[in-house]
């Protein structure tokens, strides 16, 4: 009785020494909760987000970085708070208003006010192994007057730090210049 009690008691000792705390998670939103919302004098255009589509790497929760020329590390630790799609609609959607497009929800149309069906494909968004973040892919706008203009895009800002805290700050700037560019080309 006294020899399965003392090995009971070191089973449970043994158990115990193997238990480790749980890694920690880190969340992350590309858009910017932070960011204040200012009324705009009327917009130069105004458009509707109807397709944006992201490469099958982005579409899961874990932040991912270039570590060399084919290789793509995904990080157990840090993961975005909600799908990629989801935040980049939001941060792309606050940066075009700031831009001087209004983004409607789809629904909403009136005669008066021509809105255009904007599309995104992005075919990499993601920290690369050389220090630079960066967005590249192609977008087009889709009215009832003109035929659709495909434009290209390949943006890439250098990382100020290390990190994915900065890799995603980085990507906020991105994000912006796609605004920019999307804007520059708006009716």
Known sequence: MRTKLFAAACFAALLSGCSSAPASLTYYVLHSPQATTEEQPEPAARVYIEQLSLPEYLK????????????????????????????????????????????LPAAVYSPQYPVSGLHIKIDDFIPAFDGNVLIKGQYWKEDENTQPQIHQFDFRRPMQGDGFEEAVATMRLLVDDLASAISDKAP
């Not at 020329?69 to 700031?98: C, G, I, M, N």
């Open 60 to 103: 899961q929760r874990s932040l991912a970085m270039q570590t060399g020329p084919a290789t793509v590390y995904f990080s157990p630790r840090h993961v975005w708070a909600e799908p990629l799609d989801k935040s980049l609609r939001q941060a792309l959607t606050a940066s075009l208003q700031r831009h001087g497009v209004a983004v």
